[in-house]
């Protein structure tokens, strides 16, 4: 079982950058993908990017390309998110999740993901 314990959420303006991270511990795969998810009050939780992390290729939904960065520390056993230009419709818990790269399903789709981390709220004001 893979811990995931994410942190950097708060409240800024809009026009603010944050940046999240997700640090795992415990029996990771050797080979995995890893994403960031969001849910907003009264929304569906969705997909906000996603990494695989053995190649490094990265995926963006097409609401935050261009705004947000995804990457992974391996070293550190990190994952990360930085955000910048934040609008207010950015506001969420924003989650983090990690699963084997081999799945056979795209990086967004939420069931996929057997391990996931507590949250981290991001309230963007305007």
């Known amino acids: 079982q893979v811990q995931l314990v994410e942190s950097g959420g708060g409240s800024v303006q809009a026009g603010g950058s944050l940046r999240l991270s997700c640090a795992a511990s415990?029996?990771?795969?050797?080979?995995?993908?890893m994403a960031w998810f969001r849910q907003a009050p009264g929304k569906e939780r969705e997909g906000v990017a996603g990494?695989?992390?053995?190649?490094?290729?990265?995926y963006y939904a097409d609401s935050v390309k261009g705004r947000f960065t995804i990457s992974q520390d391996n070293a550190k056993n990190t994952l990360y998110l930085q955000m910048n230009h934040l609008k207010p419709e950015d506001t969420a818990m924003y989650y983090c999740?990690?699963?084997?790269?081999?799945?056979?399903?795209?990086?967004?789709?939420?069931?996929?993901?057997?391990?996931w981390g507590q949250g981290t709220q991001v309230t963007v004001s305007s």
């Open positions: 999740a990690i699963r084997e790269y081999g799945s056979g399903a795209s990086w967004s789709v939420e069931h996929s993901y057997p391990s």
């Open positions: 990494i695989y992390v053995r190649f490094g290729r990265t």
């Open positions: 415990g029996d990771t795969y050797s080979t995995y993908c």
